[in-house]
């Protein structure tokens, strides 16, 4: 984890809030605060050693595989949220979206695919998916792409903004790659959601599966939606869904087009807390 990471995770919403003399307070305290929370950070984890030492990882179910790497898509994790140094091994609700990824993915499990995730974070999905498509090749991407913990010659780890037409255009849609699932799993902001999607969808292939997790965060939390702009991703979807017209600032026409064209079917689940958006392409 690099400094300017730990300030941005932990401190930038902080320092923009606080008084001139907290604000030096801060300033002069991250640094030390950086270092005191570095021996707790994680080593990097090498998943094809441990393939090697957990054969039988490769059989288990997503729920399994999600709660072992401690992903917030399981049913239970260690809240990896707070600092290093803060964190215990106290196992809270996570958003519980196992047993819906299993009814789409199972089929798919021993396909040769190219995967996407959005929003990596520290990695603990992209290393559960790496056992659960023992065949697939894992690309997952972050705006901090230094806290990612894993390495492997299955998975391609680097920088994305989702919430920029332009990082969108320059890493993704110009990379020479289409891909089989996407998992937008970023800041669940609104028009991230929205340009993630419709920008995204020309690079899956035929048959492909798009998933928005938290679809429902710019509907029902204000820092997700700060100028409470509509319509919202969800709204949009379920527009589609009622073979209703929908219009977006931030959706071009021919991208809407596209999606229009080229979705087989949209399907909205509810978590343990929150909802999850899977969006067919046509075969």
Not at 108 to 125: M, R, V
Request: charged letters at 30%; one cysteine or more; glycine letters at 2%.
């Amino acid at each position: 984890m690099k400094l300017i990471t730990f300030y941005k995770l932990y401190y930038d919403h902080r320092l923009k809030k606080s008084k001139i003399w907290l604000k030096i307070y801060l300033i002069l305290t991250i640094p030390i605060k950086y270092l005191i929370n570095l021996p707790f950070v994680p080593k990097k984890k090498n998943l094809d050693l441990m393939a090697q030492k957990f054969p039988d990882f490769f059989n288990k179910n997503l729920d399994f595989l999600f709660e072992f790497f401690n992903s917030d898509k399981g049913n239970y994790y260690i809240d990896q949220y707070r600092q290093p140094v803060k964190r215990n091994n106290k196992k809270i609700d996570a958003h519980g979206y196992s047993e819906i990824y299993e009814n789409f993915f199972l089929k798919k499990k021993n396909n040769h695919l190219n995967i996407l995730e959005l929003g990596s974070f520290y990695g603990n999905a992209a290393a559960s998916l790496f056992f659960y498509f023992k065949n697939s090749k894992i690309f997952s991407t972050d705006i901090y792409p230094d806290l990612f913990r894993y390495q492997s010659k299955r998975i391609e780890n680097f920088f994305i903004d989702n919430s920029s037409e332009l990082s969108i255009k320059n890493i993704l849609l110009n990379k020479d790659i289409s891909y089989d699932i996407v998992i937008e799993d970023a800041c669940h902001a609104f028009k991230d959601q929205i340009i993630s999607l419709f920008m995204l969808f020309r690079k899956l292939n035929r048959g492909a599966l798009f998933i928005v997790e938290e679809l429902d965060h710019p509907d029902t939390r204000n820092d997700r939606n700060i100028n409470n702009e509509h319509p919202t991703l969800r709204e949009i979807l379920n527009l589609i869904n009622n073979n209703k017209n929908f219009d977006s600032k931030y959706i071009l026409k021919e991208d809407k087009e596209y999606f229009l064209k080229n979705f087989e079917y949209i399907k909205i689940f509810k978590g343990k807390t929150n909802e999850i958006a899977i969006i067919k392409k046509n075969d």
